[in-house]
């Protein structure tokens, strides 16, 4: 089965930046979701990108500072995380699937995605 690898997490200060990457073999053929999970909370959709890279999702609380994008001849999928805030600490995930799963705008739907990275820790602090 499709096996993910993350990198890229790390302790930044706010207003910083970070960029995640998730590789696999055969990555092409899936659409890439981005998810994120913080102590007590639910797992958060971030984004997601078409398998093509035509289409992209993201969710109200990183429009315009988050950018997913990705290299098919690499592989690997990114997300360009800018000006981050406290509140985007939390462990980041990718997950795969055949399609971006959204609905009425929500990207909440963890359960839609059958395969998963080992996740990696963000921590956005002074």
């Known amino acids: 089965q499709l096996q993910l690898v993350e990198s890229g997490g790390g302790l930044v200060q706010p207003g910083g930046s970070l960029r995640l990457s998730c590789a696999a073999s055969?990555?092409?053929?899936?659409?890439i979701a981005w998810f994120r999970q913080a102590p007590g909370k639910e797992r958060e959709g971030v984004s997601c990108i078409s398998s093509s890279g035509g289409r992209i999702n993201y969710a109200d609380s990183v429009k315009g500072r988050f950018t997913a994008s990705r290299d098919n001849a690499k592989s690997t999928v990114y997300l360009q995380m800018n000006s981050l805030k406290p509140e985007d600490t939390a462990v980041y995930y990718c997950a795969a699937d055949r399609a971006c799963t959204v609905v009425a705008g929500s990207l909440n739907w963890p359960g839609e995605y059958d395969y998963w990275g080992q996740g990696t820790q963000v921590t956005v602090s002074s």
């Open positions: 055969d990555l092409d053929y899936y659409a």
